[in-house]
């Protein structure tokens, strides 16, 4: 007998007690991230920002990490979706409640819907529904033949909006990309969006699998080209993320699925920590270092911050100021029956007031915005149910390979109104895809997992 592993055989909860570790660790480096770069660069001019301390600080880190003790590993594809709503959206969401100034009432309210809701998404990641779709093995579609229509797709693309084709500076202002996306009028756009968050990372990851490096390099082309059309800095990046993604998922599966979450926060901490203390030394500015600022600028404020920023937005526009609610009447198909939606603009551009657009997470977009903290268990049901949904597609694509091929449309969907994400995102048609074509990503007849399904 191993006496080292008698601790862990006699004491089952100790996984627990690392992840609620690792938990705080992260809740406490965002918050020094978000108070030192964000605020100090980005202050919002809506609310003021007060340093969290004391008592507020500890129930702060308590609210932040307890909820990750339910994570179980990235076992299911409804896994990758809860845990990066862990790291993106429900921490910034905590943190935003508790550093402005709204009424305690309001403070202790959400943070506890928040909370028990994202307890019960790490609690629901193994629920199936519909996996009996995913029974039929013959009659589908060639993988050629998806690749074919990809290209055909791609050649029509660039057609059509051939003119509108332009580089851009990856590190220009946000403000000037949002302009220069403003000007433009691209046909086709749910297939630009369809390309860069299901079609292309498929292709691309199935031709890693396969060692196609010549297919590989003409999916980088394509994806060169639907940045030139969309302007967005995610796009140019994400093929380096897949790419580096799958060769971690690749080398070693269990690996990958029993600590990936260790590895994206452990990464996300890490070079934000990096980043802002470097910023804080060197006094680094956009005039003194403008590469440097705008990519510290990228990851630290647009990628990790950004949904702490935006529920500050809203928490003031609909809460604290007590602007109409929509009552899901922001969902084109609801308000074509109710026609009751009360701005003349978008909920992100009505937020923003300043002509920008603020759109923001599921829990804020669909939740509060919608209906308060009704809203907000509302949409955290169909969150629940869209990705148990969305767990059925492991039968033909293994949960490494589906983050890989997903991650764009995952972290799409974070910064999103979940009904615009589920079918811009690409997340839907990869549903499909992986519905009805025939893919060579399926995982090994013995590794899939037995959960509750219907």
């Known amino acids: 007998m191993n006496i080292l592993k008698l601790p862990i055989k006699l004491w089952p909860s100790w996984d627990p007690f690392k992840l609620l570790l690792l938990g705080a660790l992260y809740a406490i480096a965002y ?4 108070r030192e770069f964000v605020d100090y660069f980005f202050p919002l001019r809506s609310e003021p920002y007060h340093v969290i301390s004391g008592v507020v600080y500890y129930f702060y880190i308590f609210l932040s990490s307890l909820p990750f003790i339910f994570y179980k590993g990235l076992k299911t594809v409804a ?10 959206v429900y921490i910034p969401v905590i943190n935003a409640l508790w550093c402005y100034s709204f009424s305690f009432d309001i403070q202790i309210e959400y943070s506890i819907v928040f909370f028990i809701c994202m307890c019960i998404f790490f609690c629901t990641d193994r629920i199936y529904l519909l996996k009996s779709l995913f029974k039929r093995k013959t009659g589908l579609i060639p993988f050629k033949y998806l690749e074919y229509a990809v290209l055909l797709c791609m050649i029509v693309i660039v057609l059509l909006n051939r003119s509108q084709l332009t580089f851009v500076n990856f590190l220009q202002d946000s403000a000037e990309l949002y302009d220069a996306r403003a000007e433009m009028n691209v046909k086709g756009i749910y297939f ?9 990372p498929l292709i691309m990851v199935s031709a890693l699998r396969n060692k196609n490096f010549s297919k590989y390099f003409l999916v980088l082309f394509a994806f060169l080209l ?20 799958y060769y971690v998922a690749n080398t070693n599966n269990k690996f990958f699925s029993t600590y990936f979450h260790s590895i994206i926060i452990i990464i996300i901490a890490v070079t934000s920590l990096t980043i802002v ?11 003194s270092n ?7 600028a990228l990851f630290v404020m647009r990628t990790q911050c950004i949904e702490g920023m935006e529920t500050v937005r809203y928490f003031s526009f609909f809460i604290k100021d007590g602007n109409p609610f929509t009552y899901y009447s922001h969902v084109n198909l609801i308000n074509a029956v109710t026609h009751s939606y009360p701005y003349k603009e978008s909920i992100g551009a009505t937020v923003a007031g300043d002509g920008g657009v603020s759109n923001a997470t599921f829990w804020l977009m669909d939740g509060v915005a919608a209906w308060g903290v009704v809203g907000v268990i509302i949409i955290s049901l169909l969150f629940i149910i869209f990705k148990s949904i969305m767990n059925s597609a492991d039968a033909r694509c293994s949960v490494p390979m589906y983050v890989c091929i997903s991650l764009q449309g995952i972290m799409s969907m974070i910064n999103l109104s979940l009904f615009t994400s589920i079918n811009t995102c690409g997340l839907l048609m990869l549903y499909l895809v992986l519905l009805f074509v025939k893919t060579d990503l399926a995982p090994a007849p013995n590794k899939q997992p037995h959960f509750l399904r219907v």
């Open 277 to 287: 203390i470097y910023v804080i030394n060197t006094g680094t500015t956009f005039s």
């Open 192 to 200: 630009v969006c369809w390309m860069r968050s299901c079609f292309l």
């Open 290 to 296: 403008p590469v440097l600022f705008a990519l510290a």
């Open 31 to 34: 918050d020094y991230v978000y």
């Open 79 to 88: 896994a990758s979706f809860s845990l990066f709503t862990y790291i993106l």
């Open 226 to 245: 639907i940045f030139m059309l969309d302007k967005q800095k995610l796009t140019a990046v994400f093929p380096l993320v897949v790419t580096g993604l």
